[in-house]
Structure formats: C-alpha cells, structure tokens
C-alpha cells in the first residue's frame, strides 16, 4: 500500500537523498549541486513554482517522490505538468509507489482541468519505458529533448546584441 501527500519541509533530507541515489542510477554520480537550502527555497520558498509528492508506505516511511511543476500548452491553452524526477527506492519498487506517485499527478491534472502529464527517460532505461507504456503513456516519437546549459549557456545569454525591455 502507498500513501501519496504533499511534501514538507521535513522530507527536503530525505527528497535530496532520493535525487543523488536517482542520479547515481542515472550514472552522474558527482552532477547534483542541490543542497538543503536550495531545495527548501524551491519547494517552500514565498512563491514556488516546483512541488514534490511523497510515497509512504503503511508505516509511514518515505519509498519515493515525484517532482514537478507546471508548464503550458500553447495549442491546448491550458497547463499541464511536467515531472522533472519520479524516484522509488530500490527496495520498495514493486510495491505499487511509482503507479500510485503517477496516479496521483494524472488525479491533479484531471482536477485542474490540466492538459496532460509529461517527463522524460533515458532511452536506455528499458524497466521505466516499460512501465510507463504499461501504464498507458506513449513516448513522442519525432521529438528530440534540447538543452542549452553551462557554457554555452553563459555565453548565449550575455550576447550583447540583443537588448531585453521590461
């Protein structure tokens, strides 16, 4: 059995925990730079814009978390969410935390009047790709996930030839 409830502030140690164990699985051991204060202000800060779900189970121990916040269709007019991390414990997969975390999601955005619900996986994460489609999820052939980041970042944002206003 899995309880789904919204994140507090108490969970931010055991969420972080999460996020470098998923980052392990995703073999970038040493590429979170989050740290407790940085994740309390995201989640709990004056005005957040990213939310975190928790999976316990009966005994009340933290087995996953999903973190998410919103983004928008333009063709649809309305939000939608995107999940940025979905992560259950190696030791508690299979008991029905991950379904249950996206269950859950799929409940807000159908309550919201959201459009859908989305994320991204590792191409060559088989066990999550198929347990999304076993959930009936669909991945968006013809779509190709870009990122502008680090330097590259750095370098295109402070070109000065374009003048921001506002």
Known sequence: MS???PATVSDVP?????IHELAIYEKEPDAVKNTPELLTAALF?????????????????????????LNYSTWEGVHGIYLEDLYVSPHARGEGHGKALLQHLAATAVE???AR????VLDWNEPSINFYRSLGAVPMDGWTTFRLTGEALGAFGSDDRVMARG
């Open 45 to 69: 800060g004056e005005s957040p814009r990213v939310y975190a779900n928790i999976a316990e189970n009966a005994a009340g121990d933290v087995q996953g978390f999903a973190l998410w916040f």
């Open 14 to 18: 055991a969420i972080l925990q999460m």
């Open 117 to 120: 619900v989305e994320w991204s």
């Open 3 to 5: 309880v789904i409830r």
């Open 112 to 114: 919201r009047g959201y």
